[in-house]
């Protein structure tokens, strides 16, 4: 090739990322049906950016994906919402997906196989991690993204990002927090004595209601749910209005369902999980530590029972502690749909840039060639 040929590709590259030319294709998983937070936030990110007026396109492995519900049970547009089915969709066992070195294509963390199928595609790599105990879930051992050409990875919290630094030190990290739906908001309505249960292990919800109907016989007219399996705007109203909500998940990457809860005003019981989500604690000027009082946090699920049936007591009794309402209310707010579309906006802009860049200087490099 020509360095006059070169450099017309180049330009051709350089002006596609300039003009928003080029595709974002973010792999996501094929969850049948099943509502995951993380599909949810990587959803999120490609409305976002296609109503920035970028080109983003969600892409799954098999024709069969399953965007609307059927007798065997719910689709996209059940558990999340009708207007993502008609975002841009892509199934590269029917398609051939075609990229360029204008274009993105994000993974996310659990799919290191996936990584090493596309190592050899001329794009930007990125990953898309949002729980770190997904990272070596298919990795390889003795590999890391970098082998794969994944120099770049975007993160739901800062925590995260040292974490993923201290295993790929030569990554560059940014983070983008997950978004509360604002479906979830405080009723006017009063709340009724049901406990709302989300917990990551199936079966562990039951374990809780019933170890709590043995220790405390006379608060058996208190019902619990599991929320689990129900669109998104279901789920909403049900923990709205529920009296408390009790949180059971030891690899938890970022805590959606307390911050749902808690925009909800519904308080939240939970047992800390391994790494202390950044909205759950307080660091001060000496880098220490402090668990926030934005609910009630316990090192055990062992003694959740007795932690709800204080609870209850003290909401039926109309004494719920102000300073966990005060803990709460300082939460509020915090994740909306409008911060993360400006932190979206910001990050993504950035990686632009940085392709940008890169470009840019091969292009400065065939120049000086070529004089």
């Not at 547009?77 to 993105?104: A, C, R």
């Not at 019981?269 to 604690?281: A, D, L, R, V, Y």
């Not at 660091?283 to 926030?292: F, H, L, P, Q, V």
């Not at 309402?325 to 749909?337: F, P, R, V």
Request: contains cysteine.
């Amino acid at each position: 090739m020509s360095e006059k040929v070169k450099k017309s590709t180049v330009e051709e590259i350089i002006s596609k990322l300039e003009n928003k030319e080029f595709g974002l294709y973010f792999f996501t998983l094929d969850t049948k049906g099943n509502p995951t937070a993380g599909v949810a936030n990587i959803y999120e990110h490609v409305k976002v950016l296609n109503e920035l007026g970028y080109s983003a396109t969600i892409l799954h492995e098999k024709n069969d994906y399953k965007m609307h519900g059927d007798s065997e049970g719910m689709g996209l547009s059940d558990w999340l919402g009708e207007e993502y089915t008609k975002l841009p969709h892509m199934s590269i066992e029917s398609q051939q997906l075609n990229v360029g070195p204008q274009d993105f294509i994000i993974v996310p963390e659990v799919f290191s196989n996936l990584m090493d199928q596309v190592k050899q595609f001329p794009c930007k790599k990125i990953v898309i991690s949002q729980s770190y105990d997904y990272i070596t879930e298919l990795l390889p051992i003795g590999r890391r993204w970098t082998d794969y050409g994944f120099n770049d990875v975007i993160t739901t919290s800062k925590k995260q990002g040292e974490y993923l630094k201290s295993m790929f030190p030569s990554i560059n990290t940014y983070t983008v927090p997950i978004s509360i739906s604002d479906y979830f908001v405080d009723s006017d309505k009063p709340k009724i004595p049901v406990v709302s249960i989300v917990a990551r292990e199936q079966g562990d919800a039951a374990k809780i209601a019933k170890m709590f109907y043995l220790q405390n016989p006379l608060y058996k007219w208190i019902t619990f749910k599991e929320l689990r399996g129900i669109p998104k705007r279901q789920f909403a109203e049900e923990l709205g209005k529920s009296c408390l909500a009790v949180w059971l998940d030891d690899r938890a990457g970022f805590g959606t369902f307390p911050l749902e809860a808690i925009q909800c005003n519904t308080p939240v019981i939970g047992k800390m999980p391994n790494m202390i989500p950044e909205w759950m604690e307080e660091i001060d000027a000496e880098g220490n530590g402090k668990i926030k009082n934005n609910g009630v946090w316990t090192n055990t699920h062992l003694n959740i029972p007795e932690l709800i049936a204080t609870y209850m007591k003290v909401w039926l009794e109309d004494t719920v502690p102000q300073d966990l309402l005060d803990g709460m209310e300082s939460t509020k707010n915090t994740y909306t749909a409008e911060n993360q579309k400006e932190i979206i906006e910001n990050v993504y802009g950035t990686l632009v840039k940085n392709r940008l860049s890169e470009f840019n200087n091969v292009l400065e490099q065939i120049t000086e060639v070529a004089q």
